[in-house]
């Protein structure tokens, strides 16, 4: 911008000598008028550049305004999850029952329910069971229940019967766990097989001691059930403490070349 206004002023006085005096040659002057025509443009350059940032600066504070009169956005806020309602019908329909039974050495009758539970609910559940003879006659009436039978897990319910019933029917009553806390996942165990008998050793892995636990083992020889035993894994407190392992023998009186066991607990 000095440059252009150096020229300028160099041009005025120019411009006053030759109205004054004759002094000034034809080639001066006319060199003088083309720097003038070149300031010229540039000085339009420069007003076109300075319309540009006005233009910019104008449109950066309307940008400025919108923003401040936009209010800040609320974050929405995660939706509370619904837990899932219990329903009885719902969570029987989804419970998995296996029978077995075997005769032992005194002429009983040892009948087994294997129940999984299928459903996400711990439960408290109960079993009303009935046998017949061949000619349909009620021979026997029994009733076995579980308290803390934690979801995704299996439990042996045993019937003891005097005769060898032809058929059987059953009731299953089930409702949601609202007293007591489940404890078999945080069971484990580990077996031994020595001669008629399995040596299980089981640790609690869990942080908080679990009360009343048993085991009921069903020994299998093929897919006949030739015998079971159950056992409590507890120490003189009826527990198992934390990081603690109680091992028990549990025996077979018949050859078996499989088991099943099954735990119960609560706390």
């Avoid at 400025?64 to 939706?79: F, G, S, Y």
């Avoid at 329903?87 to 999984?116: G, H, P």
């Amino acid at each position: 911008m000095k440059r252009i206004f150096l020229i300028l002023t160099a041009f005025i006085l120019i411009f006053s000598f030759s109205s004054c005096s004759t002094g000034i040659s034809q080639e001066e002057y006319e060199a003088v008028v083309d720097e003038l025509d070149d300031v010229s443009d540039e000085l339009d350059d420069v007003n076109e550049e300075l319309d540009d940032v006005i233009n910019e600066r104008d449109t950066l504070l309307n940008k400025v305004e919108i923003l401040e009169a936009t209010p800040e956005p609320t974050a929405t806020p995660e939706p509370t999850p619904v837990p899932p309602r219990f329903s009885k019908d719902a969570v029987i329909s989804q419970l998995s029952v296996v029978e077995c039974k075997y005769i032992n050495s005194i002429k009983t009758t040892w009948l087994f329910l294997v129940i999984k539970n299928n459903s996400e609910f711990d439960l408290d559940i109960s079993v009303n069971l009935r046998a017949y003879d061949s000619e349909g006659n009620i021979t026997g009436a029994k009733t076995n229940s579980e308290e803390a039978f934690e979801s995704n897990t299996e439990i042996a319910l045993s019937f003891m019967l005097d005769d060898d019933p032809s058929s059987i029917e059953y009731d299953i009553q089930a409702d949601e766990e609202s007293y007591y806390e489940c404890v078999v996942s945080d069971l484990s165990y580990e077996s031994s097989s020595a001669s008629r008998k399995e040596i299980v050793s089981l640790t609690n892995n869990g942080e908080e001691a679990a009360e009343f636990v048993q085991g009921t083992i069903l020994f299998f020889n093929g897919d006949s059930l030739v015998g079971h035993t159950t056992r409590y894994f507890t120490d003189d407190d009826n527990e198992i403490k934390p990081g603690k392992t109680i091992t028990n023998e549990l025996k077979c009186y018949k050859d078996y070349d499989s088991f099943q066991i099954f735990f119960t607990g609560r706390r």
